[in-house]
Nanobody, 122 residues
Framework: QVRLVESGGGLVEAGGSLRLSCAAS????????MGWYRQAPGKQRELVAT???????NYADSVKGRFTISRDNAKNTVLLQMDSLKPEDTAAYYC????????????????WGQGTQVTVSS
């Protein structure tokens, strides 16, 4: 069983910063990619940023230049540094991991954290 636990959400004024953290635990062979998604009320969940085990990153256009994703492979953690936050960044943020549970299993991207709320006031 793979477990993802997020932390670091909260309330911040526009222009401020927050850092989200997600730690993976449990039994698995490897974690291919980790990332962050967000979902605002009444909207679909959307990609924020992802990072592979080699450090390749991908960002949503709306957060480029403001958010930075990083990863510690040894600790199975992923961080999201969010700067210059805007009210439109308000959402529940979810950690995601693409995991191989065994050496002979295919990567499975269906692992999610419980979510952490980020609220940006104007």
């Amino acid at each position: 069983q793979v477990r993802l636990v997020e932390s670091g959400g909260g309330l911040v004024e526009a222009g401020g910063s927050l850092r989200l953290s997600c730690a993976a635990s449990g039994r698995f062979f490897s974690i291919n990619a980790m990332g962050w998604y967000r979902q605002a009320p009444g909207k679909q969940r959307e990609l924020v940023a992802t990072i592979t085990s080699y450090g390749y990153t991908n960002y949503a256009d709306s957060v480029k230049g403001r958010f930075t994703i990083s990863r510690d492979n040894a600790k199975n953690t992923v961080l999201l540094q969010m700067d210059s936050l805007k009210p439109e960044d308000t959402a529940a943020y979810y950690c995601n991991a693409v995991v191989r549970t065994g050496w002979d299993t295919a990567p499975n991207g269906g692992y999610w954290g419980q979510g952490t709320q980020v609220t940006v006031s104007s």
